[in-house]
């Protein structure tokens, strides 16, 4: 038990590869608790309780507090080079996120990239009874798109695939602009294609909806 802050400083000389300034050694841990047959209902091997923050003067904002900080990725120093540079490495195995994600603006784009290996959706989203996906893009976004695919190596398959065997009400996709249209932009969805066929439908499309496809 450490009562005071613990501060790991000073600069080495290390073999690269396995937590130069912590590293936490593979090892076995036995439930010695858990009666036969029951559950246990969480393991952690290492585990960052939440602080209360306080203050000892009145109104006291601060405006970022985390329980843990990363400040960025390393750094190339002298006759480094690195090829990738990550801030958090999770190497094997899911990560859970109970609660929001947020990204900054400031990042720049959120790249997903699947491994050669393939197989499976490089991004999948299932939110069982809810709306799959949610985008709330502010008014500010003015110069870009919400959205951007691209697949310029796509030979077969399709780029975007919507299941909706068992919809009854509603729409697979809804597109609701209100008054974001101006003048300039009268365009609810804009197809651009060069070479082949833009859109093929099959089934039956509703005559009041946003995008008619006549077939």
Do not use: C
């Not at 309780?49 to 109104?59: D, K, Q, V």
């Not at 405006?63 to 190339?76: E, G, H």
């Not at 990738?84 to 190497?91: H, M, P, Q």
């Not at 990560?95 to 997903?112: H, M, V, Y």
């Amino acid at each position: 038990t450490f009562s005071e802050t613990v501060t790991i400083d000073g600069d080495k000389s290390v073999t690269p590869g396995d937590g130069a300034a912590i590293h936490v050694d593979a090892s076995t841990v036995t439930d010695n608790n858990t009666s036969g047959s029951g559950t246990a209902a969480k393991y952690t091997h290492v585990n960052i309780e939440n602080p209360t923050i306080a203050a000892t003067n009145s109104l006291v904002t601060i405006t970022d507090a985390a329980t843990l900080y990363i400040s960025r990725p390393p750094a190339a120093g002298t006759n480094i080079t690195l090829t990738n540079a990550y801030a958090l490495w999770v190497d094997s195995g899911n990560a859970r996120f109970d609660g929001d994600l947020q990204f900054s603006k400031a990042i720049g784009p959120i790249e997903i990239e699947q491994g050669a290996s393939g197989g499976g959706s490089a991004l999948l989203i299932d939110n069982d009874d809810t709306d799959q996906v949610a985008l709330d893009i502010e008014a500010a976004n003015v110069d870009t798109a919400a959205i951007a695919l691209k697949v310029p190596d796509l030979t077969t398959a399709h780029a975007i695939n919507i299941n909706a065997d068992s919809l009854t009400t509603g729409s697979a996709i809804r597109l609701d602009v209100d008054d974001a249209l101006t003048a300039s932009a009268t365009k609810s969805l804009l197809i651009v294609d060069y070479d082949k066929a833009g859109v093929t439908a099959s089934g039956q499309t509703s005559s009041t909806a946003g995008l008619d496809i006549n077939m």
